[in-house]
Every structure is written in structure tokens, then in C-alpha cells.
């Protein structure tokens, strides 16, 4: 099945830097990777997800990355603020109907 | 829209007691999972339904664990008899996606149910 990599587990940042979180991916049949964004005793929340048709995609601060050929995926936040502080999962699926197969998790701690 | 709902939100019991967990799914959606989540790590699958048939349940402890979704809606999951490493955050999801759709909709999670046994 999917194995989904996610590094790093941690990431710490001053405010107004930017952070980046890679994934890699095993199974090629994967074409959707969304990113989740787990604050503490909450629910993962999708905060951006991008299609294999596509290689990059942007929302505000927030942007995506697919190397579809190396099976990687990143997620950029820009301008970072301390309310971005959370744990950040990716994730990969096949076509429409699949589970999601999760990374493990970074935890990312933002300072004023 | 209201959200996926999910039940109880804490959970204590001794291990080889049973429990239940309920969720109920955002309106329409087709597709219902059940992850695990141990501390630390990333939601791991369950099961999946799709209405009310079993689509994934490769990742279920079957000896322990069941799950039902009898008339399409509503999900119980249980655990019986349950073990120390069962402690875990069991997140219920839905989306609208179904198989062999062409398109991946969002999956949408509940708050969870933390249980811890001891």
C-alpha cells in the first residue's frame, strides 16, 4: 500500500520567516495530496490540497509543490505568524473514493 | 453545514473492558472513515464505508475491533475486548467522494473521541 514520508517532525521558526515541509510518496497511482493542519486537541482541517494535473498552487501565505516524476510534495508558508503553530499532516489518496494515507506529522512552533 | 458530529468526546476504561464510538456524518456524504490516531503520529485507517458497504477495512483489527454503518448515515465503532495500545484520538471523517468517481472532495473530520484504557 501508500506510504506517505513527512519530514521534519519538528520545525521551529521566528515570525516572518518562512517554513517548508516536504513529503514523499510511495505508490505513483496517488494523484491527490492534500495538507492538513492539527491545532492541539482539535481536528485536522484542510488547508490546501493540489491534484496531480497540477505542480504548484497557491493560497495567500500558503502554497503547494508536486514533483509528480520524483513523488514529492512540499508545503511553503510565507510570512509566518504565531497562529500557524500546529502540527501539519500530509497526506496522498488515489482517484476519487480512496482513503488518505497520512505522514506522520510536523510540529510547527512559530516565535514572536 | 453543520459538521461531523462525533461521540463521546473522552473516554477512560480498563483494558478488556468494550467500548462505542458514534459518528454522525455531514449531510450527503456518501463516504464515512474511521482513523486512529496514537499520539504523536498521523491518523492511520480504520475502515471505510461507502453508504452502508464496507470499502477498506485491510487495517482493522478484526478480533477486536468491528464497525457498522447499517442504514448509510450513522457509524458505531467498537472495541471488545480493549488493550492498553488502543489508546488513542478515534477521529470520524466523511466526504462526499465515492469510488470510482472522478473527483477527490475533501475529507472532513469530527473532533474526535480520546480514549484511554489503563
Known amino acids: 500500500g501508500e506510504n506517505v514520508e513527512q519530514h521534519p517532525s519538528t520545525l521551529s521558526v521566528q515570525e516572518g520567516d518562512s517554513a517548508v515541509i516536504k513529503c514523499t510518496y510511495s505508490?505513483?497511482?496517488?494523484?491527490?495530496f492534500p495538507w492538513y493542519k492539527q491545532e492541539l486537541g482539535k481536528r485536522p482541517q484542510l488547508i490546501i490540497d493540489?491534484?496531480?494535473?497540477?505542480g504548484e498552487k497557491k493560497d495567500q501565505r500558503i502554497a503547494v509543490t508536486l514533483n509528480k516524476t520524483a513523488k514529492h510534495f512540499s508545503l511553503h508558508i510565507t510570512e509566518t505568524q504565531p497562529e500557524d503553530s500546529a502540527v501539519y499532516f500530509c497526506?496522498?489518496?488515489?482517484?476519487?473514493?480512496?482513503?488518505?494515507?497520512f505522514g506522520k506529522g510536523t510540529s510547527l512552533l512559530v516565535t514572536p | 453545514e453543520a459538521g461531523v458530529a462525533q461521540s463521546p468526546r473522552y473516554k477512560i476504561i480498563e483494558k478488556r473492558q468494550s467500548v462505542a464510538f458514534w459518528c454522525n456524518p455531514i449531510?450527503?456524504?456518501?463516504?464515512l472513515y474511521w482513523y486512529q490516531q496514537i499520539l504523536g503520529q498521523g491518523p492511520k485507517l480504520l475502515i471505510q464505508?461507502?453508504?452502508?458497504?464496507?470499502?477498506?477495512d485491510s487495517q482493522l483489527p478484526k478480533d477486536r475491533f468491528s464497525a457498522e454503518r447499517l442504514k448509510g448515515v450513522d457509524s458505531t465503532l467498537k472495541i471488545q475486548p480493549a488493550k492498553l495500545e488502543d489508546s488513542a484520538v478515534y477521529l470520524c471523517?466523511?466526504?462526499?467522494?465515492?469510488?470510482?468517481?472522478?473527483?477527490?472532495?475533501?475529507?472532513?473530520f469530527g473532533n474526535g473521541t480520546r480514549l484511554t484504557v489503563t
Open positions: 497526506a496522498a489518496s488515489r482517484n476519487s473514493g480512496y482513503a488518505l494515507n
Open positions: 464505508f461507502q453508504n452502508n458497504g464496507v470499502v477498506d
Open positions: 505508490d505513483s497511482a496517488s494523484n491527490y
Open positions: 449531510s450527503g456524504h456518501a463516504t
Open positions: 471523517a466523511s466526504s462526499f467522494s465515492t469510488a470510482g468517481g472522478s473527483y477527490n472532495s475533501p475529507l472532513h
Open positions: 493540489i491534484r496531480s494535473n497540477v
